[in-house]
């Protein structure tokens, strides 16, 4: 999670922020006191150890199960994407996933509940059908038809030869730039998604999705390959390079980001590093994630890497270094002149 997206609660005044430090206030408990809303977050930018159980324990990603396009391509000519259903065995692997994500939740036992939000498509719908039923109805907070985790719109009916032909020049395009003729390119999802995220910190910063300040809170996030991954990327802030060494989900596979003991959302809490690297990540992506799962936030600016050596070659430790190359430089110019 990123630095100034944590830092979004509800905001207090220095006098407020000074009474949750010290003491109580009207209606809250102090800062101290694990049920107090976290207010000193705000005023300091940093995150307060005691308010890291406010967040999600968890934010699962997963992909819908086989649809009929995974299964036919040319089931895309004559039916609309939005309408394309499941089949059979996606119906299956839908079950199997609920069964899956109910252990993940449950397996620190005590009092968890799960809130979903889900693409506005048949197959992603009809995934989330099967996923509830592994649910006692007393465990689920609510769910939601989120429009911008949709699929990548790849234009109306498609023509499969002509599709096979676009999904060529994709390639030699690049995955993330290219625009389907009628359709989006994985920018456009980009865009899209970044706007969800700023309504989910707000869902989580106005209590929508956990009214009991003692439960565990779990979101789960059913949607598509693609738009899964670039949640992740504008989560994590991964470059368009590393988007493009990503491999996509599977049917009904899902990745679970979990919060650390210092605040911070990981992947490697839950999966390993051997999964990370079946999907496409870079060493400096996997070593990323292994900081994030032991992190503290307040070392964030001082710590976090920002993947800075993908954007300088051979970057100076300081600026002495570089004081030290000229002096070299002008050394040399002088003993070739004499």
């Not at 719908?125 to 769910?143: H, K, M, N, Q, S």
Request: glycine share 6%; net charge negative.
């Amino acid at each position: 999670m990123s630095h100034d997206a944590a830092a979004r609660h509800p905001i207090a005044t220095p006098r407020e922020a000074e009474e949750g430090e010290e003491g109580h206030h009207p209606g809250r408990d102090s800062v101290d006191s694990p049920s107090s809303e976290c207010r000193f977050c705000e005023m300091t930018r940093q995150h307060h150890p005691q308010c890291a159980r406010r967040l999600p324990k968890r934010i699962i990603l997963v992909r819908h199960g086989e649809s009929q396009g995974n299964l036919d391509m040319s089931a895309y000519t004559t039916t609309p994407d939005y309408r394309i259903p499941l089949t059979a065995l996606g119906a299956e692997q839908a079950r199997a996933a609920g069964r899956g994500i109910r252990d993940v939740v449950a397996s620190g036992g005590g009092n968890w509940k799960v809130y979903f939000y889900v693409s506005p498509y048949a197959r992603t719908r009809a995934t989330l059908r099967e996923i509830g039923r592994a649910f006692p109805r007393d465990r689920v907070i609510g769910a939601r038809e989120e429009c911008r985790v949709r699929e990548q719109d790849f234009g109306n009916f498609q023509v499969e030869e002509r599709m096979r032909a676009v999904k060529e020049t994709r390639q030699r395009f690049g995955r993330f730039f290219f625009r389907f003729p009628e359709g989006e390119s994985a920018a456009d999802v980009f865009d899209r998604v970044a706007s969800f995220l700023e309504s989910l910190w707000r869902d989580i910063d106005m209590g929508r999705l956990d009214q009991d300040p003692s439960c565990e809170t779990n979101l789960v996030i059913v949607s598509h390959g693609l738009t899964s991954r670039v949640f992740l990327m504008k989560w994590f802030k991964w470059t368009v390079a590393q988007f493009e060494r990503l491999n996509n989900f599977d049917n009904c596979e899902f990745r679970v980001m979990q919060l650390g003991p210092g605040g911070e959302y990981s992947l490697l809490v839950h999966h390993t590093k051997e999964e990370l690297e079946q999907w496409g990540m870079s060493p400096e992506m996997i070593a990323d994630q292994q900081w994030r799962a032991s992190a503290n936030r307040r070392s964030w600016a001082e710590e976090c890497s920002s993947f800075i050596d993908s954007f300088f070659e051979d970057p100076k430790d300081s600026e002495s270094s570089s004081e030290d190359e000229e002096e070299e430089k002008e050394n040399g110019k002088i003993k070739h002149l004499e």
